[in-house]
T-cell receptor, first 115, second 114 residues
Framework: DTEVTQTPKHLVMGMTNKKSLKCEQH?????MYWYKQKAKKPPELMFV?????LSINESVPSRFSPECPNSSLLNLHLHALQPEDSALYLC????WGAGDAGELFFGEGSRLTVL | AQSVTQLGSHVSVSEGALVLLRCNYSSSVPPYLFWYVQYPNQGLQLLLKYTSAATLVKGINGFEAEFKKSETSFHLTKPSAHMSDAAEYFCAVRIKAAGNKLTFGGGTRVLVKP
């Protein structure tokens, strides 16, 4: 199994809703990442978990709340979002923790639309 | 601070022609360099990586890249373009001494003409 699986693939939510994005990998990777990608732009790092601990928060607004329940799962809880938060949210993992400089393995992404 | 620059946001090539995508990085310490491809409405797939071993790196789908320290470049090439190569390509850099974050260039969209 060499995949990073993200659900849902598409999500539409209102500004008062609470929703979550889910990411799962069964490759035994020890670092997991959330990236945000706006249309026609490169991905931008949001959060990094290394060995299930939050190691990097790129000054992301608190309406985005990450959670890493175990080494295989990564969630992104969404609350009171703004229309400008509409984007493709990409999850990624890497084998040896965030201190290693190897490649990241990306999921297909969850496309979020905030109305 | 680390950064990576891709020259040309769009490249148009004819099927069968050479594909050349340019990437330059800025770093005072040795970087790890990557090329990713993104097809429409999909995630990113690793094409190849440079991690301080051979300077000429071969990747998937016939792509290769050469690390040139003197030019701080890591250009991506493919001898003969195929229609399926139409996609967005991102160069990315990771530097252990600088937070080890994977930072992307602006991307280059490749259009392949029949």
């Amino acid at each position: 199994d060499t995949e990073v699986t993200q659900t849902p693939k598409h999500l539409v939510m209102g500004m008062t809703n609470k929703k979550s994005l889910k990411c799962e990998q069964h490759m035994g990777h020890r670092a997991m990442y959330w990236y945000k990608q706006k249309a026609k732009k490169p991905p931008e790092l949001m959060f990094v978990y290394s060995y299930e601990k939050l190691s990097i928060n790129e000054s992301v607004p608190s309406r985005f709340s990450p959670e890493c329940p175990n080494s295989s799962l990564l969630n992104l809880h969404l609350h009171a979002l703004q229309p400008e938060d509409s984007a493709l949210y990409l999850c990624a993992s890497s084998p040896w923790g965030a201190g290693d400089a190897g490649e990241l393995f990306f999921g297909e992404g969850s496309r979020l639309t905030v109305l | 601070a680390q950064s990576v620059t891709q020259l040309g946001s769009h490249v148009s090539v004819s099927e069968g022609a050479l594909v050349l995508l340019r990437c330059n990085y800025s770093s005072s310490v040795p970087p790890y360099l990557f090329w990713y491809v993104q097809y429409p409405n999909q995630g990113l797939q690793l094409l190849l990586k440079y991690t301080s071993a051979a300077t000429l790196v071969k990747g998937i789908n016939g792509f290769e890249a050469e690390f040139k320290k003197s030019e701080t470049s890591f250009h991506l090439t493919k001898p003969s373009a195929h229609m399926s190569d139409a996609a967005e390509y991102f160069c990315a850099v990771r530097i252990k001494a600088a937070g080890n974050k994977l930072t992307f260039g602006g991307g280059t969209r490749v259009l392949v003409k029949p």
